[in-house]
């Protein structure tokens, strides 16, 4: 069936590089994007001239369709910048990837020792069924690494238990690593490109990541595509076993868009609620189990040139609630309009409607900058403004029932021949960036008639090698 008008639901990294893709082709499609500004959680704000990342995005892959966009879109503005992320840990910083002499002259050599033993404890009795965060971490560091240096933090971002979190989301984001390893990177000077975690640079755009999309979603428009802001998607018609058309919510007035095919990458626990016929009552249920993690962003103006070098600090401090800080004009001298100021942004993970998510602004600030006193980064009377940014299911929450629900979720979007879920929030992945570009990327060839299974697409495998689009399936 030949493609006339597609649908894509977000214009965020997958949703746009869906929408590019088509365009090769010769497809126009519309992107309905319920925000006021494209990007999704790649987005850059803009507060006073000031810029903020919302999440911090460093661009890295070994994906060359994904960097080859980049490089399309961006050209020279996507600079090269040294990575620096330091761990803040009782009222000292901690280089992260570990350096022996660094970790071993600030915790000191008895807490180094019970360190070591504590690691070889755990290799000698590991944690078993490792089907949690803390068995999977603990067998591979040690019980009390693993509550120096993950729990606290773990636990602050994700807002439960590390017994509660799914193994899976470990081996996702820390993969490849033990203490026996880092240790020896540590000792042969860091240097190993084939490690996710011990990256030691990055590409990042001048202007932030927002500069990407909006590059992107320009090129769009000029293929004929069309990309909605402000549009929310209200409901998802279905029929015959095929996505028909989406009803959409903008400037006051619902309309309807027909579809040959539908791109989603709204929360799949949304897509299920949106459908219309209902999706059956096991479906809706397993929809409405899945959880996500909030996210606000409290950006300091801080009368201040310099404050520290790092890209971002991860704050194991639990006498504040900020889990980490972002340093805008570490990531580009751009982001930043005044040279004599710096801009930080603190990060706080929440729920929607817990004490955090409805602070008011002023209060949000005030707390900010009351913490970045008490971290001895800067004085609060440095700060001399700040702003606010809320983010709605930042991201997606690996309890350990989720794989049951999303597995009944995607039995039934199967059944939907020309509706295909990418992304983040689209596939309950904790995806990065250029990962959620590639599941676009497949998307895309399924509705132009390949076969490729989007589920695929693994996170592992894509940071230790040089990963191509994979082979499609048989079509059946």
Not at 25 to 44: F, M, N
Not at 73 to 88: C, E, H, K, M, Q
Not at 211 to 226: D, F, H, N, T, Y
Not at 384 to 391: L, Y
């Amino acid at each position: 069936m030949a493609l006339d008008k597609v649908v894509i639901i977000g214009a965020g990294p997958a949703g746009l590089t869906a929408a590019h893709e088509l365009s090769k082709s010769g497809v126009r499609s519309i992107v309905l994007e319920k925000g006021a500004r494209v990007g999704g959680l790649a987005r850059t704000e803009l507060y006073k001239g000031y810029r903020i990342d919302v999440g911090g995005h460093r661009f890295f892959t070994r994906v060359p369709e994904v960097a080859a966009l980049w490089r399309e879109a961006l050209g020279d503005d996507l600079v090269t910048r040294p990575r620096l992320s330091r761990i803040y840990y009782d009222r000292k910083l901690f280089v992260y990837p570990l350096r022996l002499g660094d970790a071993l002259g600030k915790l000191g050599w008895p807490e180094s020792a019970r360190i070591a033993l504590s690691y070889l404890r755990s290799r000698a009795f590991p944690s078993y069924p490792e089907d949690t965060f803390e068995a999977w971490v603990s067998n591979r560091f040690g019980r009390r690494l693993f509550e120096t240096f993950f729990k606290s933090y773990t636990e602050k971002v994700w807002g439960i238990p590390c017994s509660e979190i799914s193994a899976r989301w470990a081996a996702q984001r820390i993969q490849s690593l033990s203490l026996p390893r880092a240790a020896w990177n540590a000792m042969r000077g860091q240097r190993d490109g084939q490690i996710k975690s011990l990256i030691q640079a990055f590409e990042y755009p001048r202007q932030g990541p927002g500069m990407l999309w909006e590059r992107i979603a320009g090129m769009v428009a000029s293929r004929g595509s069309q990309v909605w802001l402000n549009a929310e998607v209200t409901r998802v018609a279905h029929r015959d076993g095929r996505a028909a058309g989406v009803a959409v919510r903008r400037d006051g007035r619902e309309e309807t868009i027909e579809a040959d095919a539908v791109i989603s990458t709204m929360p799949i626990g949304e897509l299920v609620a949106s459908l219309d016929p209902r999706a059956p009552d096991a479906v809706c249920a397993a929809a409405s189990r899945l959880a996500y993690r909030d996210f606000l962003t409290v950006a300091l103006i801080v009368n201040r040139p310099h404050l520290f070098p790092d890209n971002w600090l991860y704050i194991h401090e639990p006498r504040v609630r900020v889990a980490r800080i972002q340093n805008f004009k570490n990531w580009s001298a751009d982001m930043v309009p005044d040279p004599g100021k710096t801009c930080l942004g603190f990060e706080y993970f929440c729920t929607v409607e817990d004490d955090i998510w409805r602070m008011d602004d002023a209060g949000l600030i005030r707390m900010a900058a009351t913490e970045l006193a008490r971290l001895g980064l800067a004085q609060a009377t440095d700060v001399e403004d700040g702003v606010v940014i809320r983010q709605a299911k930042a991201y997606p929450v690996y309890t350990g029932e989720y794989e049951s629900h999303l597995l009944a979720i995607r039995r039934f979007l199967e059944g939907i021949a020309n509706l295909q879920t990418v992304g983040r929030n689209g596939m309950h992945m904790y995806n990065n960036q250029d990962h959620s570009m590639l599941t676009a990327m497949l998307a895309v060839r399924n509705l132009l008639g390949e076969n490729y299974d989007v589920w695929s697409v693994n996170v592992e495998r894509a940071y230790h090698e040089e990963m191509r689009l994979p082979h499609p399936r048989p079509l059946s």
